[in-house]
């Protein structure tokens, strides 16, 4: 595997907490680790079977098509078809003013 090139840190300041949180190269690949542990595990029959049965009210989301479908759009999400962004502190920054933060 590549390695990815250093990112510059860039320090946030929460203005209604007063905690800052620095992104790093750590604090991505925590990020990304938490990410992978969200992806749950597929589901067996008997699971999904037991699921319908606990919570019939909730009987469609437990199918073995809705948990397929639930489990791509993980992967889709974690994978791709974006590609990671390495941006410097300053285009990170330069990204936010342009962002429309309205919604």
Request: hydrophobic letters at 35%.
């Given at each position: 595997?590549?390695?990815q090139?250093?990112?510059?840190?860039?320090?946030?300041?929460?203005?209604?907490t007063?905690?800052?949180?620095?992104?790093?190269d750590?604090?991505?690949?925590?990020?990304?680790?938490a990410?992978?542990?969200f992806?749950?595990h597929?589901?067996?029959d008997?699971?999904?079977a037991?699921?319908?049965?606990?919570?019939?009210?909730?009987?469609?989301?437990?199918?073995?098509?809705?948990?397929d479908?639930?489990r791509?759009?993980e992967e889709?999400?974690?994978?791709?078809?974006?590609?990671p962004?390495?941006?410097?502190?300053e285009?990170?920054?330069?990204?936010?003013?342009?962002?429309?933060?309205?919604?």
């Amino acid at each position: 595997m590549a390695t990815q090139p250093q990112r510059k840190p860039v320090t946030i300041y929460n203005h209604f907490t007063g905690e800052t949180l620095t992104l790093d190269d750590t604090y991505f690949e925590n990020q990304r680790e938490a990410v992978c542990e969200f992806l749950a595990h597929p589901r067996t029959d008997e699971e999904l079977a037991q699921l319908r049965r606990q919570y019939p009210d909730q009987a469609w989301a437990y199918t073995r098509e809705v948990d397929d479908e639930l489990r791509a759009a993980e992967e889709r999400i974690l994978y791709g078809p974006h590609q990671p962004m390495h941006l410097s502190g300053e285009e990170f920054l330069a990204l936010l003013e342009d962002a429309d933060v309205s919604r």
